[in-house]
């Protein structure tokens, strides 16, 4: 593909251009003196994934809630432990 093709792609897009609206134009002034900065150096060594990890895990946010379906899950259970045979339903 040539330079042509992916410049003609990306003018027939029906997008909004937001860097022509007024929006696009506040947002830029407001950022304006920040926007071209270079990108902060780290003076810190980077998480090891598993670390990271823990921070996105999963947590309990009503705690007991599980406990509290679980205990209602046995009030109302149905015993499974009766097998039944076509003989069992016969008049």
């Not at 093709?5 to 003196?33: C, H, I, M, Q």
């Amino acid at each position: 593909m040539s330079d042509d093709n992916r410049t003609l792609k990306t003018e027939n897009t029906t997008e909004p251009d937001y860097t022509v609206s007024a929006l696009g134009r506040s947002t830029a002034s407001k950022y304006a003196d920040i926007i071209d900065m270079p990108r902060p150096e780290m003076h810190h060594q980077r998480m090891d994934i598993l670390n990271r990890a823990k921070i996105f895990a999963p947590f309990d946010a009503l705690r007991g809630f599980n406990e509290e379906i679980k205990e209602v899950d046995k009030k109302t259970s149905v015993d499974t432990s009766e097998v039944y045979t076509d003989d069992d339903f016969s008049i």
